[in-house]
């Protein structure tokens, strides 16, 4: 691990401490060997104070001991008919994952407990199909989890579930795990499948949010796989109960839960509950931010080299763009009112963003902020993105006399021949 990393990482334990993520790991998850990592990272997550509650499917596992005995499952996930074989293969399946689980959560000094806190009642009888021994969520028992939590055992749940009348149901993971997620106001619920995230299209979503995904999944859900319609059915849904953010990631990338919930960038699919990103003025803990998102954009020339105590300086004219409590841009207006002129400085989108408009936006947001202060004209100046205030944000090319007189000055003796661009506000 990198130390620049290490910082990324900073930044989200406060926000994180003491908050519940609910994790719903497929059987396939389960039984791949990069499972051990997945608990290293769980273990991770408790050492931080992050509670975790673990559900797992059984759907791979019921397949392949169906196959080893020659039978044939009436369903595998826990959402069609289970009939009275497929119910005992599931009872074998879970409760075989729920004690592997166990058995790798004590080797990695890690306290949890098979928590029986999920009440089940037949899903019933849909469009004339009995679905048997096929189950739903009645009820959680949120103190039992709640107590498990305080205690710092990690409660870990099969995809069964218990009517109190002595019948044992399948239930379907995904769903089981929403429902904890809602019921114990969790800030995240991490479906880990195998896949690298939710296709919608011919690409994988990086970013969606719930209200896109369910229209989505209301107007054209072919777009989406079809295996993949149940985590995208429980995202959705849990975003509108209130979950704020769900993630869709592959569980056999090494260290993926870490780099989904400790980076901007992820590596699978966020789908999240509101507008989570905005524009907002800087303060001076963002210092280190602006310094760390554009260092290497300094390096480059792409941006003029800038110390701590020069942004420090110049601290009110920066706006910051964040997604998610965290700086993913930047923009400065520097102001020169006797000459009705402003400079917007300092442009930039950490390339993980790029292509979203978020530089636009950024753009845009300055120019009401130069017009709401009197402006009529902002320049900027750039050594590589001068096509892009020209295409994309509406500049043209001026010269050494569009400046503000003072900025002339700097301008000549930086020596970056960088280009002039104007705008009228
Ligand atoms: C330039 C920059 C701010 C663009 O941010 P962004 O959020 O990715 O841009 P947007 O989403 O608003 O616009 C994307 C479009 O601009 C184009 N674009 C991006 N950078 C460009 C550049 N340097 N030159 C020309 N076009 C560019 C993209 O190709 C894309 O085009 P498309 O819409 O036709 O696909 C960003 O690339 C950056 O931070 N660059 C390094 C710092 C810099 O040069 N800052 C400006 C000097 S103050």
């Known amino acids: 691990m990198k130390p620049r990393d ?3 990482i900073l930044q989200y334990i406060p926000i994180f401490r003491e908050k519940i993520f609910v994790i719903a790991a497929d059987g396939a998850v389960v039984s791949h060997v990069n499972f051990s990592n997945l608990l290293l ?13 673990l559900v797992h ?7 392949q001991s169906a196959k080893e005995q020659s039978l044939t499952p009436s369903d595998t996930n826990g959402t069609g008919i289970t009939d009275d074989t497929t119910l005992k293969l599931a009872i074998i399946a879970a409760n075989t994952l729920t004690h592997e689980i166990l058995e790798g959560f004590a080797a990695n000094d890690l306290r949890a407990a ?25 009820r959680i028992d949120n103190e039992l989890l709640q107590s498990l939590i305080s205690k710092g055992i990690t409660p870990v749940i099969p995809p069964l579930g218990f ?55 209301n107007n054209s ?29 592959n569980g056999l990338i090494t260290e993926g839960l870490l780099a989904e919930v400790f980076s901007n960038e992820g590596i699978g699919t966020l789908v999240y509950a509101n507008e989570y ?76 963003y790029a292509r979203q408009g978020i530089g636009q936006r950024l753009i845009q947001y300055t120019e009401k902020q130069a017009s709401k202060s009197g402006l009529t004209k902002i320049v900027t100046l750039s050594t590589q993105s001068f096509a892009y205030f020209e295409n994309k944000a509406g500049f043209s090319i001026g010269s050494v006399e569009d400046l503000p007189n003072e900025r002339r000055l700097t301008y000549q003796s930086q020596d970056r021949n960088s280009k002039i ?3 009228q506000v």
């Open 421 to 423: 661009l104007i705008k």
């Open 221 to 249: 859900p072919k777009n989406i796989p079809s295996v993949q319609l149940s985590k995208a059915r429980h995202a959705a849904d849990a975003c509108a109960a209130g979950v704020p953010r769900v993630h869709i990631i």
């Open 114 to 138: 098979n928590a029986n806190a999920v009440t089940a009642q037949p899903f019933g009888v849909i469009k004339g199909i009995d679905h048997l021994n096929t189950g739903q969520v009645s």
């Open 277 to 352: 990103r905005q524009i907002r003025s800087a303060s001076k803990k963002d210092v280190a931010s602006i310094l760390r998102l554009s260092r290497d954009a300094m390096d480059r020339d792409q941006l003029i080299d800038r110390s701590k105590e020069t942004i420090e300086e110049c601290l009110d004219d920066y706006s910051i763009f964040e997604i998610d409590d965290n700086p993913i841009a930047c923009v400065a207006l520097h102001q020169y009112p006797n000459e009705n002129t402003g400079e917007l400085a300092h442009l930039f989108v950490n390339p993980a």
């Open 41 to 53: 990272d769980i273990a991770v997550l408790r050492s931080l104070n992050i509670h975790v509650v």
């Open 163 to 217: 009517d109190g009348k002595g019948n044992t149901f399948r239930l379907n993971s995904d769903s089981v795990a929403r429902q904890i997620a809602e019921s114990l106001a969790a800030t995240k619920l991490i479906f880990i499948s195998t896949v690298d995230g939710l296709q919608v299209g011919e690409e994988i979503k990086r970013q969606i949010v719930s209200t896109d995904l369910e229209m989505i999944l």
């Open 57 to 63: 499917g059984a759907a791979e596992q019921i397949a």
């Open 6 to 8: 290490l910082r990324g």
